[in-house]
């Protein structure tokens, strides 16, 4: 695992997920389409998706519309649960501070991220909510995997 990977192992990155990672661009295509920055999440759960965001800050007139939070709030509705333990979050961008409160505070215990965002991620950038092991009181932190599906990821910005 590194910060800004390019070419992930192939253990890190099964097919299934590479699938579930295409589907989450699909979902960033969509908030393109809508005028909002391009960005898909989906979360998946024994195999399953079980949540999906599309960012719409600006179609829905909303700063915390990001596309992470709207897949949680899917999953944690689906599964009737605040904890996504056992969940892993799949999204064509690293996850801001924001999101990345989010993800950690739902205890999502993998994160796999297509492209990195400089100086807001909450992995790459010097403020690490989504890992940082000393915050007294805060959960385990997920297993992270980058750069999947980068280039597709990043062509979305162009
Ligand atoms: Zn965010």
Same mark, same amino acid.
């Given at each position: 695992?590194?910060?800004?990977?390019?070419?992930?192992?192939?253990? *890190? /990155?099964?097919? =299934?997920?590479?699938? %579930?990672?295409? &589907? $989450?661009?699909?979902? @960033?295509?969509?908030?393109?389409? !809508?005028?909002?920055?391009?960005?898909?999440?989906?979360?998946?759960?024994?195999?399953?998706?079980?949540?999906?965001?599309? *960012? /719409?800050?600006? =179609?829905?007139?909303? %700063?915390?519309? &990001? $596309?992470?939070?709207? @897949?949680?709030?899917?999953?944690? !509705?689906?599964?009737?649960?605040?904890?996504?333990?056992?969940?892993?979050?799949?999204?064509?961008?690293?996850?801001?501070?924001?999101?990345?409160?989010?993800?950690?505070?739902?205890?999502?215990?993998?994160?796999?991220?297509?492209?990195?965002?400089?100086?807001?991620?909450?992995?790459?950038?010097?403020?690490?909510?989504?890992?940082?092991?000393?915050?007294?009181?805060?959960?385990?932190?997920?297993?992270?995997?980058?750069?999947?599906?980068?280039?597709?990821?990043?062509?979305?910005?162009?």
């Amino acid at each position: 695992m590194t910060c800004q990977g390019k070419n992930p192992r192939p253990d *890190e /990155a099964p097919a =299934a997920e590479m699938e %579930f990672m295409r &589907h $989450a661009l699909r979902l @960033a295509r969509i908030a393109l389409e !809508r005028g909002d920055t391009p960005v898909g999440s989906v979360l998946v759960f024994e195999g399953h998706i079980v949540g999906e965001g599309i *960012e /719409a800050v600006r =179609a829905d007139n909303d %700063f915390t519309a &990001h $596309a992470e939070v709207k @897949a949680v709030q899917d999953a944690s !509705r689906s599964l009737n649960t605040w904890d996504l333990t056992g969940c892993t979050l799949l999204t064509t961008v690293e996850p801001c501070f924001m999101c990345s409160y989010v993800i950690r505070s739902a205890r999502v215990s993998r994160v796999i991220i297509g492209r990195a965002t400089p100086h807001i991620g909450g992995y790459s950038s010097n403020y690490p909510i989504l890992t940082a092991l000393n915050i007294p009181g805060w959960s385990q932190s997920p297993a992270v995997v980058t750069g999947v599906l980068e280039e597709e990821c990043s062509a979305l910005f162009q």
